[in-house]
């Protein structure tokens, strides 16, 4: 397969770069060493700049013996405190509900949460106290870190309301009072923000799957009577999904992750659902995304989500970049932000066992963590390219920042993670580069930055020594494939490549002045 790439051709500015976001869970985690270990790296690496939290308001809303509502919001400035000296913003879920003013207080989830917490899925006893609790915390961290800090982040309402975790354990075909309720919810959330400053970013609803549930809200707020203003329309700047490929019980059907679904049956089916309420250019986040739902799941109920731990996954995830970059302009999908979900996280026993988390418990760093690496290098300037076959799974994104560095990544995938991949071949070319460069190729397979390969090798060790572990660690830093060199090119630049089964080759050409 020979692909070659324009360097001088008009560029198509890739307006934001939109996949590497994460939704960093618990957000009590941030407090915490572990927790702040994770968010230094990926700060480090420069993975993410938008950090998805909740504002957690059980913790800070509480009533005095007088049965005033009185806030703490000690913790909540620490967690701000930290990710913003990071370097990240914030999109911030509100949620769940305060038992101080939960209509039911001892609604509280099945699930035990991180340290011991369950949630209160209740609806407000009065929605004026919601709205204020609302208003609050958003005049707290505006007056805090000032508006023009606070309007580039995005705040939300809720956390699934088609789901579990609004009025009930059962979702909205059977529940349908759920939809009126969390539209009600809303437009308190709205009043309350808004009344601190009409320039903080708000939305909703972050509904997990539910296209019937979205559809609803976005025509309550296009046409719908505000329950907060009596008016018609509610507020939105825009609105949050949650896209996850598959359910795992359905690898028992033979069903894999998919990333034409992604892109086709979730995306588009969105969008279209927004241009149908008059919403054609209304930003789209995905405040959770995976191959795969059920973050608390791991091997032990799916085997098959190892697929979270090895080589398949970031080429899955390039796969999935390169075919939104292509398609969205072309199905006009205003998508803004992808965020990882790291859930799982805090309930680590082991190395390796395909929580959704970055990391492992003796913190190794898994292959999907080096994928998302290699991609927050991409420059936001598209080339054109053109290639002499078409080769299933076989792509290139090529690109060039601000800096005249050009940066390309090269994939190799298969959505179905037990398919055996054969090698693919390509004879890359990059056309009209003058000049002197400093050349790197990054590769991620099943032999190359990859932990999870070298753990199995040594006989995955539930206690490694401390050999075992530094060579474990060692295997699993983001690796050049062979040293790094200068070259002057005169017209063109060439490299042949072998991809491996589920694999992405990186390359950067660096000008030297």
Not at 289 to 308: C, E, K, T, Y
Not at 324 to 330: A, F, G, N, V
Not at 388 to 393: K, L, N, S
Not at 468 to 479: D, H, S
């Amino acid at each position: 397969m020979n692909i070659t790439i324009k360097a001088t051709d008009d560029q198509t500015i890739i307006k934001t770069n939109f996949w590497n976001h994460i939704h960093f869970h618990p957000t009590d985690a941030i407090e915490d060493i572990w927790g702040k270990r994770i968010l230094e790296k990926v700060s480090q690496d420069q993975v993410a700049k938008y950090v998805r939290m909740y504002a957690m308001l059980e913790d800070i809303v509480t009533r005095s013996p007088g049965g005033e509502l009185q806030y703490d919001f000690s913790m909540n400035d620490h967690r701000l405190d930290y990710l913003l000296g990071l370097g990240f913003k914030p999109l911030i879920c509100y949620n769940f509900m305060p038992r101080a003013i939960a209509k039911n207080p001892l609604q509280l989830s099945k699930l035990e949460r991180y340290k011991g917490k369950r949630i209160n899925f209740s609806e407000p006893a009065d929605y004026l106290e919601w709205q204020e609790v609302v208003y609050q915390y958003a005049k707290h961290v505006t007056e805090r870190y000032g508006v023009e800090e606070v309007k580039q982040w995005y705040m939300h309402c809720w956390n699934e309301p088609d789901l579990h975790y609004w009025l009930s354990d059962q979702t909205y075909e059977v529940h349908e009072e759920k939809l009126p309720a969390y539209c009600r919810l809303y437009d308190h959330f709205a009043a309350g923000v808004k009344r601190v400053s009409s320039d903080i970013r708000i939305g909703g609803p972050s509904a997990c799957y539910n296209r019937s549930f979205v559809d609803a809200f976005l025509r309550h707020t296009r046409e719908g009577r505000n329950d907060a203003t009596g008016e018609v329309g509610t507020p939105i700047d825009f609105f949050s999904v949650h896209v996850y490929s598959i359910n795992p019980a359905e690898f028992s059907k033979g069903l894999r992750p998919s990333v034409k679904g992604i892109v086709e049956n979730i995306f588009q089916e969105y969008s279209d659902i927004a241009k149908r309420h008059g919403y054609g250019d209304l930003e789209i986040i995905a405040d959770e995304w995976g191959a795969a739902s059920n973050g608390f799941s791991n091997v032990d109920q799916f085997p098959d989500l190892i697929f979270r731990e090895t080589e398949y996954f970031p080429a899955f995830y390039v796969r999935m970049v390169d075919t939104l970059i292509r398609e969205m302009p072309k199905r006009q999908i205003p998508l803004s932000k992808m965020m990882i979900c790291l859930s799982g996280q805090h309930d680590l026993d082991r190395d390796f066992e395909g929580y959704r988390s970055f990391f492992t418990l003796n913190d190794y760093k898994k292959p999907i963590y080096n994928g998302y690496v290699l991609m927050a290098k991409l420059g936001d300037r598209l080339l054109t390219h053109q290639s002499d076959q078409i080769e299933a799974g076989v792509g290139v994104i090529p690109t060039k920042d601000d800096n005249g560095c050009y940066k390309i990544a090269l994939y190799h995938s298969d959505d179905d993670f037990s398919k055996k991949l054969g090698n693919k071949r390509v004879s890359l070319r990059l056309e009209g580069i003058e000049g002197r460069y400093r050349i790197r190729h990054y590769r991620l397979d099943h032999t190359h930055s990859n932990a999870y390969t070298m753990y199995k090798e040594l006989g995955s060790p539930s206690q490694p020594t401390q050999q075992q572990r530094e060579a474990i660690q060692q295997a699993g830093e983001l690796k050049l494939y062979y040293p790094e060199y200068t070259a002057d090119l005169q017209g063109s630049y060439e490299e042949h490549i072998v991809l491996t089964g589920h694999a992405v080759s990186f390359l950067e050409l660096e000008p030297l002045r």
